[in-house]
């Protein structure tokens, strides 16, 4: 996005709010008032487009873990503001067993690589990293090259990270799926 677009952004929202005194934010002679705005601008122009892909595909992945709990549990706010982890649990102890060999180890992996890029503490970032890929190649990529039917290509770094959030979230969205038909059956069943 550059600086003109958020500039324009800017507008519209001030626009939708009204004036707003002592705003950082907002433009003075069509610069930043706030020097901190201009820095994260620059960082966030050069963000890496893997972990960008790394972090909406944990977003996407937690959407479907969410609405799969909300599907299966009949008072799924009991529950609201559980982390990533024991939603996983929860979603895993409905799951039958021996169905999606490997499943809970992948999002275990994208889970432990979401960390890793969101929350860069560690000196040795990048050899944790290159070890999260290794055995996402290792242990998963067979299955997930069956399941896309393509066996025989040497995936990089960018196309396994996209293939492995595609497949779990892919089997998430067949067993919401497959939790409302059973729903709906059991619906059916009980009508007078």
């Known amino acids: 996005m550059s600086k003109e677009d958020i500039n324009q952004k800017l507008k519209e929202l001030r626009e939708l709010r009204g004036p707003i005194s002592n705003d950082p934010l907002f433009e003075y002679d069509g610069e930043p008032l706030d020097p901190a705005f201009e820095n994260w601008h620059q960082e966030f122009e050069k963000r890496d487009p893997l972990v960008t892909m790394i972090i909406q595909g944990h977003v996407l992945l937690e959407r479907d873990l969410n609405a799969f709990i909300a599907k299966a549990f009949k008072?799924?706010?009991?529950?609201?503001?559980?982390?990533?982890?024991?939603?996983?649990?929860?979603?895993?102890?409905?799951?039958?067993?021996?169905?999606?060999?490997?499943?809970?180890?992948?999002?275990?992996?994208?889970?432990?690589?979401?960390?890793?890029?969101?929350?860069?503490?560690?000196?040795?970032?990048?050899?944790?990293?290159?070890?999260?890929?290794?055995?996402l190649r290792e242990g998963i990529e067979p299955s997930v090259r069956e399941k896309f039917n393509r066996p025989e290509l040497e995936l990089d770094d960018e196309?396994?990270?996209?293939?492995?959030?595609?497949?779990?979230?892919?089997?998430?969205?067949?067993?919401?799926?497959?939790?409302?038909?059973?729903?709906?059956?059991?619906v059916v069943s009980k009508s007078p």
């Open 75 to 135: 008072n799924p706010e009991a529950i609201a503001g559980t982390n990533f982890y024991w939603k996983v649990q929860l979603v895993k102890a409905i799951h039958p067993i021996g169905h999606h060999p490997g499943l809970w180890r992948l999002i275990d992996l994208l889970n432990r690589l979401r960390n890793l890029v969101a929350h860069p503490l560690s000196a040795n970032n990048s050899t944790m990293r290159i070890t999260i890929l290794n055995e």
């Open 159 to 186: 196309t396994l990270i996209e293939m492995a959030f595609a497949y779990a979230t892919g089997v998430l969205g067949s067993m919401i799926a497959d939790l409302n038909n059973s729903q709906s059956k059991e």
